[in-house]
T-cell receptor, first 112, second 113 residues
């Protein structure tokens, strides 16, 4: 299995609080991605990174920011969590543009 | 980004081949076809990908039509552990693309004893 972990695995928070999710990899892959998964929507891309300090928006980026200060870590921040951000969040990594993306185990976030 | 169309659900008998179809009629010349699956509550798992030629690995075979407008994923001997949602995705080296995957609704495959 690819070395990719997510933390925390579960989190319950209140509306309006900041939340940071961490994705950590030991594969030294260049590309990293954050997706969210909700019933009826499949997986949707939030943000992605194509190198250290190089990030861009995905299809559902509103309300989220990301940072990547080193190759192994990709952080997803909800500045002020809302109930609509209750979801399961998956991180993925890949070595190149083509080929396998490895997915992490997911973080289940509940915003009350 | 090209979109795909998959049947929402399929059944397969254990031990039989499972053939999952996918239509991607708007695929462009440099886009690959990827297949992933997701077993309940786990992260998606890569299965296989291809560009033009048929591909086979230890998990599955991918058959792409000559015009590349459709493909079929074949699980040669389905087991109960293959019950999952299967996603067909197209993506590739198009300008501005950085490998991101666009997931549709997928096909829920139920393997039955």
């Amino acid at each position: 299995d690819a070395g990719i972990t997510q933390s925390p695995r579960h989190k319950v928070t209140e509306t309006g609080t900041p939340v940071t999710l961490r994705c950590h990899q030991t594969e030294n892959h260049r590309y990293m991605y954050w997706y969210r998964q909700d019933p009826g929507h499949g997986l949707r891309l939030i943000h992605y990174s194509y190198g250290v300090k190089d990030t861009d928006k995905g299809e559902v980026s509103d309300g989220y920011s990301v940072s990547r200060s080193k190759t192994e870590d990709f952080l997803l921040t909800l500045e002020s969590a809302t109930s609509s951000q209750t979801s399961v969040y998956f991180c993925a990594i890949s070595a190149g543009l083509v080929g396998e993306q490895f997915f992490g185990p997911g973080t289940r976030l509940t915003v009350l | 980004d090209a979109k795909t169309t998959q049947p929402p659900s399929m059944d397969c008998a254990e031990g039989r081949a499972a053939n999952l179809p996918c239509n991607h009629s708007t695929i462009s010349g440099n886009e690959y076809v990827y297949w992933y699956r997701q077993i309940h509550s786990q992260g998606p798992q890569y299965i296989i990908h291809g560009l033009k030629n048929n591909e086979t690995n230890e998990m599955a075979s991918l058959i792409i039509t000559e015009d590349r407008k459709s493909s079929t994923l074949i699980l040669p001997h389905a087991t109960l552990r293959d019950t999952a949602v299967y996603y067909c995705i197209v993506g590739g080296h198009s300008s501005g693309n950085t490998g991101k995957l666009i997931f549709g609704q997928g096909t829920t495959l139920q393997v039955k004893p």
